[in-house]
């Protein structure tokens, strides 16, 4: 009998483990509507429950059980109506009420049961904006009045007063760093506002790198909706201001470090690989590397991910495949050839990916390359180009006009095999091979 009631229990206990989360809903104004639930997954936005709120107004959202206990952001949606609307509201890793019998849903009037989160960050952000008014308003008038001025003294103490408010709201922060405080910090990278007052832009951005550096967790990134933006602000504070690949690297490594989710590292090293390859910043990506093949979470490089693993710095170059002419009496498996870039009879070769539309950058790189051509062959540099045109009349308009004799296209746009070998993302991009083989830099421009 007691191993029976044991079973039972055990079998109770894990009900309770796998079932979904749920969240009670009580909106009877919005009877008859089509909604949408939206959880955040790093760079996705996943909808993991559509429904119609029925004619009492109350229904439940449902969490699915691979993702709860979900603790993170989410976003309710009224759909297919001219004037939409909906909430955007914090998850506490468990179930809640949200209940609204008011036509016109407000911050008031928008009711949480056990869940005081969204009413936290709610006071939190508007405990932030207003500091951050008063110390405006008392910076402005500190530059307008003049230090003999008789309410100059009470300018600058309010001012002072700010500075040490903001200071105090975000040391009380860090101090209890639950879910909804990194929040408010994830939110304010996103609009410019760092955790310190600070009289110019480029020390608010470098205390923004610092705190994404060594502060910022990347699990509540990770469930926020803002993750594609924060990563992206974080790269280019690296690429545009720093400028240092060695202390990329470095920080990288701290990252990479403390991230034990595979699931949220792929996310990582693929969001990193998009927006690197938009930039043309294909240096950083070979520096990131060896560091993220050599952690071993992430199971499978495909995708943007292919960047990592193929024609990387240091990597041998593969053999470029070209599209033969078609003709009536040809196999299909006859129409492509292989063009060795290993090739002793040159010092190196230039492999220069682009396309004729919309790329002025390939213009002044082709322009650039087409006038220093003599000068490249005189030092034994084999020019190779490789379009992603996808009409023959605009390849051939644009390739007739180069010095050099290997110009090629198969008219499948970045979808060709050539782009994906060398996990071209983005035109221009230019590959320096030495004459082994060996891919010795990648770029988005070259300098003569």
Same mark, same amino acid.
């Given at each position: 009998? +007691?191993? =029976?009631?044991?079973? =039972?229990?055990?079998?109770?206990?894990?009900?309770?483990?796998?079932?979904?989360?749920?969240?009670?809903?009580?909106?009877?104004?919005?009877?008859?509507? +089509?909604?949408?639930?939206?959880?955040?997954?790093?760079?996705?936005?996943?909808?993991?429950?559509?429904?119609?709120?029925?004619?009492?107004?109350?229904?439940?959202?449902? =969490?699915?059980?691979?993702?709860?206990?979900? +603790?993170?952001?989410?976003?309710?949606?009224?759909?297919?109506?001219?004037?939409?609307?909906?909430?955007?509201?914090?998850? &506490?890793?468990?179930?809640?009420?949200?209940?609204?019998?008011?036509?016109? &849903?407000?911050?008031?009037?928008?009711?949480?049961?056990?869940?005081?989160?969204?009413?936290?960050?709610?006071?939190?952000?508007?405990?932030?904006?207003?500091?951050?008014?008063?110390?405006?308003?008392?910076?402005?008038?500190?530059?307008?009045?003049?230090?003999?001025?008789?309410?100059? &003294?009470?300018?600058?103490?309010?001012?002072?007063?700010?500075?040490?408010?903001?200071?105090?709201? %975000?040391?009380? $922060?860090?101090?209890?760093?639950?879910?909804?405080?990194?929040?408010?910090?994830?939110?304010?990278?996103?609009?410019?506002?760092?955790?310190?007052?600070?009289?110019?832009?480029?020390?608010?951005?470098?205390?923004?790198?610092?705190?994404?550096?060594?502060?910022?967790?990347?699990?509540?990134?990770?469930?926020?909706? %803002?993750?594609?933006?924060?990563?992206?602000?974080?790269?280019?504070? %690296?690429?545009? $201001?720093?400028?240092?690949?060695?202390?990329?690297?470095?920080?990288?490594?701290?990252?990479?470090?403390?991230?034990?989710?595979?699931?949220?590292?792929?996310?990582?090293?693929?969001?990193?690989? %998009?927006?690197?390859?938009?930039?043309?910043?294909?240096?950083?990506?070979?520096?990131?590397?060896?560091?993220?093949?050599?952690?071993?979470?992430?199971?499978?490089?495909?995708?943007?991910?292919?960047?990592?693993?193929?024609?990387?710095?240091?990597?041998? @170059?593969?053999?470029?495949?070209?599209?033969?002419?078609?003709?009536?009496?040809?196999?299909?498996?006859?129409?492509?050839?292989?063009?060795?870039?290993?090739?002793?009879?040159?010092?190196?070769?230039?492999?220069?990916?682009?396309?004729?539309?919309?790329?002025?950058?390939?213009?002044?790189?082709?322009?650039? $390359?087409?006038?220093?051509?003599?000068?490249?062959?005189?030092?034994?540099?084999?020019?190779?180009?490789?379009?992603?045109?996808?009409?023959? @009349?605009?390849?051939?308009?644009?390739?007739?006009?180069?010095?050099?004799?290997? @110009?090629?296209?198969?008219?499948?746009?970045?979808?060709?095999?050539?782009?994906?070998?060398?996990?071209?993302?983005?035109?221009?991009?230019?590959?320096?091979?030495?004459?082994?083989?060996?891919?010795?830099?990648?770029?988005?421009?070259?300098?003569?």
């Amino acid at each position: 009998m +007691n191993k =029976i009631k044991l079973i =039972i229990l055990l079998f109770g206990i894990i009900s309770i483990v796998a079932r979904a989360q749920s969240i009670g809903m009580n909106f009877p104004y919005f009877a008859g509507k +089509n909604y949408d639930f939206i959880i955040f997954q790093g760079d996705r936005q996943k909808t993991v429950y559509k429904g119609i709120i029925p004619k009492d107004g109350k229904f439940t959202l449902s =969490i699915p059980k691979e993702y709860a206990p979900y +603790n993170g952001m989410s976003r309710w949606l009224i759909t297919g109506t001219a004037e939409g609307g909906g909430l955007d509201m914090y998850i &506490p890793g468990k179930d809640f009420s949200v209940s609204c019998t008011e036509a016109q &849903p407000n911050e008031e009037n928008i009711i949480y049961t056990n869940n005081t989160g969204n009413t936290e960050l709610r006071k939190l952000h508007a405990e932030q904006m207003g500091i951050l008014s008063r110390y405006g308003a008392m910076k402005q008038s500190i530059k307008v009045f003049t230090p003999s001025d008789n309410n100059y &003294p009470i300018f600058q103490q309010e001012y002072q007063k700010q500075i040490t408010a903001y200071n105090n709201l %975000h040391q009380g $922060l860090k101090a209890k760093p639950d879910y909804i405080n990194r929040f408010l910090k994830i939110v304010n990278i996103t609009k410019g506002i760092s955790n310190q007052l600070n009289e110019n832009e480029q020390d608010d951005a470098q205390n923004t790198y610092q705190y994404i550096t060594n502060e910022l967790d990347w699990p509540t990134l990770y469930t926020s909706g %803002h993750w594609s933006t924060v990563i992206n602000t974080w790269l280019s504070i %690296h690429t545009q $201001l720093i400028k240092k690949p060695e202390q990329f690297v470095e920080d990288f490594r701290k990252i990479s470090n403390k991230i034990t989710s595979p699931v949220i590292y792929t996310n990582l090293a693929k969001t990193m690989a %998009h927006y690197l390859s938009q930039q043309g910043q294909d240096e950083y990506i070979g520096a990131i590397a060896p560091i993220i093949k050599e952690s071993g979470k992430v199971s499978q490089y495909d995708g943007e991910l292919t960047v990592y693993t193929k024609a990387t710095v240091g990597s041998k @170059a593969p053999d470029l495949i070209i599209p033969q002419q078609e003709t009536s009496n040809k196999k299909q498996s006859d129409k492509n050839q292989i063009l060795k870039i290993a090739d002793k009879t040159y010092q190196q070769t230039l492999l220069f990916f682009y396309q004729s539309t919309d790329c002025k950058t390939c213009d002044q790189q082709l322009q650039e $390359l087409s006038s220093n051509y003599q000068m490249l062959t005189a030092k034994g540099v084999r020019v190779i180009t490789i379009s992603a045109d996808k009409e023959k @009349a605009l390849y051939t308009s644009k390739s007739k006009t180069f010095p050099w004799k290997d @110009a090629y296209c198969d008219y499948k746009g970045e979808k060709g095999e050539n782009f994906k070998n060398y996990s071209v993302t983005g035109a221009p991009t230019l590959i320096l091979i030495d004459s082994a083989g060996n891919i010795l830099s990648r770029g988005t421009s070259i300098s003569f």
